[in-house]
């Protein structure tokens, strides 16, 4: 693991660590070929929930928290944060990401032949967002692109909570962190800041080649963020359906081959994270590709591949070989 010292004042987690990330250097064939890749883990909108990250040693720290140190001291007098918590939240994503570029440029990777961004989830949405920025990086790279997992979070209006709930839960991202500036200004001159952080508002200003994978019943989006846990109760298909063709709606027509989808009906979130679903048995196979293939072809420009699965009109269960 590489920690990137930067000074108390500069890039820092959530905790005030220094910002670290795992680095495996290339060999043989691969020793000119970077992919950085940002992982998921959700966002934090308040000093309640980034303290909890915290608290629970989720993403966004440097350090781990040590267990089984005993101590005579407790109550009032305890050291331990979960008994007198005093952690002060740090807001500086922006300057971590910006510290871990500027070190992987120095160990090589300004001299990139091949390069991907790639991220899941809360990281797929950061990929949308750093994309272009990133190809800027390492403008002579022979071949950049970038691979945006589980990453179509919606704003649905149409949907049930739209305006209470998911405007206002990413408004309130954007205004926490104070991210204004660092959104895309060809967003933010038309339409309010909140909603220039829902990639449906981003994606046909992306300039840069990028694949998007997702789910068009994304688990994630289906039982939390819009029906939480309905669709269970009232084990209605219907709002499903309302789902995934309000998703398909909000991806941008384009047919250049620049553009990659993968768009699969598996009830799950994250798919490239994990084995089985991006190259093993389970994973799910659109025009007779999984989704490794299918990326694989893409992004060597063996063919291009733009897929949605319109065969299944609900859920599948996609973790058994069936």
Known sequence: MNKIYTGILS??????????????????????????????GG????????????????????NSYKKGNQTAFDGILSPSQTMNPNVKIHRRGARVFKAIMEDLLAKGMRNANNAILAG??????????HCDGFRALIPNAARLKCIADAALFIRGKDLPGAADKRELSFATIVA???????????????MDPGLCIFPENLLGDIQ???FLLNSAFDSLQVSSCFFQNLLLELNSYILCIHFRTTLLKTIPE?????????IDSCYYHDQIYFNPKWIGPTSPKLNNKTMSEAVGDWYFDRSSFQ????????????????
């Open 176 to 190: 926490f962190h104070g991210i204004d500036n660092f959104l895309p200004k060809s967003c933010t001159s038309k």
């Open 208 to 210: 840069t080649p990028i």
């Open 11 to 40: 890039a820092v987690c959530l905790d005030g660590s220094p910002p670290a990330y795992h680095y495996a250097k290339g060999f043989g064939e691969g020793a000119s070929n970077w992919m950085v890749y940002l992982e998921g």
């Open 120 to 129: 899941n989830s809360a990281g797929g949405l950061a990929t949308i967002l």
């Open 43 to 62: 966002w934090c909108k308040s000093e309640d929930t980034c303290y909890s990250k915290v608290q629970n040693q989720g993403p966004g720290m440097g």
């Open 307 to 322: 897929e949605i699965d319109m065969e299944n009109d609900f859920p599948r269960d996609c973790t058994r070989d069936t």
């Open 254 to 262: 384009d047919h250049s081959s620049s553009r990659g989808i993968f």
